[in-house]
Structures are given as structure tokens and as C-alpha cells.
């Protein structure tokens, strides 16, 4: 067989040519190898091991973090499937070896709208069997409801009980989430022994340009009230200006709105806590009032500020219905009173503000459904 030749007219300096030659004479031999007997067959490629990322969501915390899910999934050798739970059928469920559930709880402990049927169908006595399936549930929820994180649960419990068996026991984690649940899917999810090769030539979930993490600073262009007068309920026109962002959005769509703290409360706190605005804080990137403004919920009592000022504040009625664990009553005794309430039961009793700091949650964006203009 002809070997490869380069024509004696091709435009080619002497280099070139030489450099050409020894390149087409080593293809040539490959090839001519692989004409004979015992020829070696070519590797088989690398197939990454399928992983499913599912999630139920609200407001779209559980979304994003699905989505970082299957980003560090691929980075670990699999082939993330990232699927929302209304996306989801029992047969294809039953199809799955290994899965892995980010979904929040709504509400007063119910499933998501967006996972609704789906645990409609996996409660009911239809439902498949999953003895191939091996799963964990990253549960969100917040800890200021009774029902926390209930959903996960409830999801958790009956996975198992299909036969299904978990890859890590379930996290329940609090509005602070970022951190407890970057580390259980990092444990979550190891390293695909014999696949990691093959991440790099897998195409990377599409991550989306804004988020919680990375919010668009849209200016307001239009704020009118449209209740009228008298009307014991304020409904309120917001028109926003998307400039650039490639934002979009449909009817139904939850927009995100993170707010700021009043700066007369603000003023009241650092006044409670007889600290300046200016007062570092350990472990805090942000000064004392920035953390007050920005960062913290400083209106409405978590559980950590009411467990945490009742043995100091000296009021009976607290202790006691905390010594007592009644959630009603509880909740009828926090009726009507705010966080520096809590603080002022007893105003002659000195705080640290770190201390306070650590019993204070994030203050929380605000999910408002879209409507078509």
C-alpha cells in the first residue's frame, strides 16, 4: 500500500515539508497496523456515571441549589440530569440508580406547589418500588415554623420505605443554609471512581447570570397604590427597568426583592444594644449597623432571640410558656411584639451585641408573584 506523499508543487517551505512528511509517514504506519492481525482495538470511551438532580421550590433557593449540585456533579466525574419534581414520573423515578432532592417546605409544612403531584403520586399505593435507588435529601426550610423542613421529610421517610436507600442521611437546614449545605453535597456526592475523565467533555449545566447570590439591581420606574381609599388592603403597581439583564419572565414567575431595615429601627437596636453603627463584630465581614440594615432580621423574634433572652430576661410569662413547649401558646404569647420587644422586657439588662448578633437570622429576600402588565 502507498504511503501518504506530499505533491513536489505544494506551497511548502523545506521545514514545513519535512515536518509534514514525518507526521503523515507515523499516521500512515498506525493505519497500516491496524490492517493486520493484532491490531489493537480502540479504547472504549468513558461513559460518566448518570447522577439525577431533582428539586421542589418556592421561590427558587432549592433551584439554585440543584443547580450547584450538578455543576459539582460534573466536576466529579458524573453526568448530572437536572430535573424539576413536577418534571418527574414515577416510571422515570423507578428508572434512577442515583438521585439526589434539594426541596423546601411551604408554608405551614407543605410540599411545594412546584412538587405537588409528584408526592401526590409517590404516596399514593401505585407507587413503584426502588430498591435500585440510591438517594439523599437536602431539605430547606426555616425554623421559625413548627413544621420545619417538613417536606424533606416526609419526602426522606417515604423514599425509604419503597426500598430506596440513602447515600447520606438527610440535612435539615435553616434560611442560613449556604454553608451546611455546600458541605453535605460535597460529602454527598464523591468522587466517581474510573469516570472522572470524562467530566471534562460533558457540557456544563447552564448556569443562570443572576441569582440570590447575584442579584440585578433593576430601578423601580413606576410605584402606584391601586386599592382605593379606605381599602384595608394596599395592592401596589411596581413596574421595574431589566436594561441588559436578558432577564425574562412569564406569568407566574416569583421576582425576588431583598430588602433594606428602617433606619429609625436600626437606630432604636444600636440605642437597645449601646453600641456605635461603627462596632466591629467577631466573625462578621460588616460593622455592627451594616449587619442591622443589610444582613439580619431585626423585626420579627426567631426562636434563638426567644430562647436565648428568656433565662435573661426575667419575665415569667416567657419562661413559662417556653418551660411549657406549647407551639400556640408560644406563638399567642409573641403576638404583636417584635424582636427589640423581647429585648426591652427587661431594659435595665445589659446585652452584648455579638451575643444578640448570633441569635438574629438573615433577613430574607421577599418572593412576589409576577402578573403580565
Known amino acids: 500500500m502507498q504511503g501518504p506523499y506530499i505533491p513536489e508543487d505544494a506551497p511548502f517551505s523545506g521545514d514545513q515539508r519535512t515536518w509534514l512528511s514525518g507526521f503523515l509517514a507515523g499516521l500512515h504506519s498506525r493505519v497500516a497496523l491496524g490492517d493486520g492481525a493484532g491490531a489493537q482495538p480502540p479504547a472504549p470511551a468513558i461513559e460518566a456515571k448518570p447522577i439525577d438532580i431533582l428539586f421542589g421550590t418556592q421561590t427558587g433557593n432549592s433551584e439554585e441549589l440543584a443547580g450547584e449540585a450538578a455543576a459539582l456533579a460534573q466536576s466529579r466525574g458524573y453526568t448530572p440530569r437536572l430535573a424539576a419534581l413536577e418534571d418527574v414520573s414515577m416510571d422515570r423515578l423507578a428508572g434512577m440508580t442515583n438521585m439526589i432532592c434539594v426541596i423546601s417546605t411551604y408554608g405551614e409544612g407543605e410540599m411545594p406547589e412546584s412538587a405537588q403531584l409528584f408526592w401526590d403520586a409517590l404516596s399514593s399505593s401505585t407507587a413503584p418500588r426502588l430498591e435500585s435507588l440510591t438517594y439523599g435529601v437536602l431539605a430547606l426550610g426555616d425554623t421559625s415554623y413548627e413544621h420545619f423542613c417538613r417536606a424533606g421529610k416526609l419526602l426522606d421517610t417515604r ?201 438574629l437570622k438573615p433577613l430574607q429576600h421577599r418572593a412576589y408573584t409576577l402578573r403580565e402588565a
Not at 430506596?164 to 464523591?190: F, H, K, M, N, Q
Not at 431589566?242 to 432577564?247: A, E, N, R
Not at 463584630?281 to 426567644?306: F, H
Request: glycine share 8%; hydrophobic share 45%; net charge negative.
Open 159 to 359: 423514599l425509604e420505605q419503597l426500598g430506596a436507600t440513602r447515600i447520606a442521611p438527610r440535612i435539615d437546614c435553616d434560611v442560613d443554609y449556604e454553608g451546611p449545605a455546600a458541605d453535605w453535597l460535597a460529602s454527598a456526592i464523591p468522587e466517581a471512581v474510573g469516570v472522572a475523565t470524562a467530566a471534562p467533555a460533558l457540557a456544563p449545566p447552564e448556569k443562570k447570570a443572576w441569582s440570590k447570590k447575584n442579584p440585578y439591581r433593576a430601578p423601580v420606574i413606576d410605584n402606584r397604590n391601586l386599592s382605593g381609599a379606605g381599602s384595608a388592603k394596599e395592592i401596589r403597581h411596581v413596574a421595574f427597568d431589566l436594561g441588559g439583564s436578558g432577564l425574562t419572565y412569564e406569568a407566574g414567575d416569583a421576582l425576588g426583592v431583598k430588602p433594606v431595615n428602617a433606619p429609625d429601627l436600626v437606630s432604636l437596636w444600636l440605642k437597645r444594644l449601646d453600641a456605635p453603627a461603627d462596632a466591629a463584630i467577631p466573625g462578621r465581614d460588616l460593622p455592627l449597623g451594616e449587619l442591622l440594615t443589610t444582613s439580619l432580621e431585626i423585626s420579627t423574634p426567631s426562636r434563638e432571640l426567644v430562647e436565648g433572652i428568656a433565662p435573661l430576661a426575667g419575665d415569667d410569662e416567657l419562661s413559662h410558656v417556653l418551660a411549657g413547649g406549647d407551639n400556640e401558646a408560644i406563638d399567642s404569647y409573641l403576638w404583636g411584639k417584635d424582636a427589640l420587644d423581647l429585648l426591652n422586657l427587661n431594659a435595665s439588662l445589659q446585652l452584648d451585641p455579638a451575643m444578640v448578633v448570633g441569635w
